[in-house]
């Protein structure tokens, strides 16, 4: 699924535009969860963008985050959330872009072109911690022949940060006869709730021909847990007490998370070496978003 964020056009007036540059930092996740919410593999690809609407032509040297510094083969230091070194790995660098090898040193500098262009690219296999987990429950009721198939997800990410455009696709199996899906907040469960009730976490619907489940959250908080329970009755020729989490499909994890970045990356400094008139105007932006994102049980 496209990020909302990353791709929506800068909406701002001819005004605003003019003498401006506009700086994204967009990582994209490719992440496979456990039974646990622990990762079983997982990277980060990642890419500096930059919108030109300067009025006249100015030098500019970049320069990324403390600790950092660049060598032939990459970009090494210490990020922010990585346990180890930090490694860039597959960096492409727009041809505009001068950067001295021999100084390894993470600053480079450029001449901007008009419009829309990718500065520099990068890959990064260093450790970070997911930062949605999703963990499986299984409640049989073997009288009714029934049970209950349970997420619980969970903003593993700073309280002041908000993951944003968050959704949830699964298959239930096809001995599902008869399915009930509820969804509520666990953190808001957890604290008794407003006044005995707790709210429910977005929507979620089950389509019967394709036995999927898509779940739609607007928003999930950091520190914060959402669950959706599905109360499922089985086909009578099914024994509840024999099933497990491996019948059932992968979970598909979408979601957005402006201001935030799990690598440790940042823009140190945006420096206009030289300027004919007024300095330009610039714009820093921070999103992580999932590119692949899935959990599995089997």
Same mark, same amino acid.
């Given at each position: ?31 496979? &969860? =456990? ?15 930059? /919108? ?6 100015? $030098? ?5 985050? @403390? ?21 860039? %790995? =597959? ?9 001295? $090898?021999? /100084? ?9 072109? @008009?419009? $829309? ?20 429950? &299984? %409640?049989? /009721? ?17 309280? @002041? ?6 959704? &949830? ?12 899906? %509820? ?10 709730? @407003? ?11 089950? =389509? ?10 607007? /928003?999930?908080?950091?520190?914060? $847990? ?20 491996? =019948? ?7 979601? %957005? ?42």
């Amino acid at each position: 699924m496209t990020s909302a964020a990353a791709n929506k056009p800068i909406q701002v007036s001819g005004d605003k535009k003019d003498n401006t540059i506009f700086v994204d930092v967009i990582e994209r996740l490719t992440v496979v &969860l =456990d039974s646990r919410g622990s990762m079983t593999h997982s990277y980060i690809n990642g890419c500096i963008t930059l /919108k030109s609407f300067m009025t006249g032509s100015s $030098e500019m040297r970049l320069g990324l985050s @403390d600790g950092v510094s660049v060598t032939s083969l990459g970009i090494s230091g210490k990020g922010a959330s990585a346990v180890n070194t930090l490694v860039m %790995e =597959d960096m492409n660098l727009h041809e505009c872009v001068r950067w001295d $090898e021999n /100084k390894k040193e993470a600053v480079f500098t450029f001449f901007a072109p @008009d419009g $829309e262009f990718n500065l520099l690219s990068y890959r990064i296999k260093s450790p970070f911690r997911a930062p949605i987990s999703v963990v499986p429950f &299984l %409640e049989t /009721k073997p009288r009714a022949n029934s049970l209950d198939y349970v997420l619980r997800v969970r903003g593993e990410f700073p309280a @002041d940060k908000t993951a944003a455009h968050v959704s &949830l696709v699964f298959a239930l199996p096809h001995w599902a006869n008869s399915v009930a899906v %509820e969804t509520a907040s666990a953190t808001a469960a957890a604290q008794g709730g @407003d006044k005995g009730a707790v709210p429910v976490a977005g929507k979620a619907q089950f =389509d019967r021909k394709t036995q999927v489940v898509h779940w739609q959250i607007a /928003k999930i908080q950091g520190g914060t $847990e959402v669950i959706v329970r599905c109360k499922i009755v089985l086909a009578s020729n099914m024994d509840a007490t024999a099933c497990s989490l491996e =019948d059932f499909g992968v979970v598909r994890v979408n979601f %957005e998370l402006p201001m935030h970045l799990l690598s440790g990356v940042s823009i140190k400094f945006l420096d206009f070496l030289y300027a004919s008139g007024k300095t330009p105007n610039k714009w820093i932006r921070y999103v992580t978003q999932a590119n692949s994102y899935v959990a599995r049980w089997s």
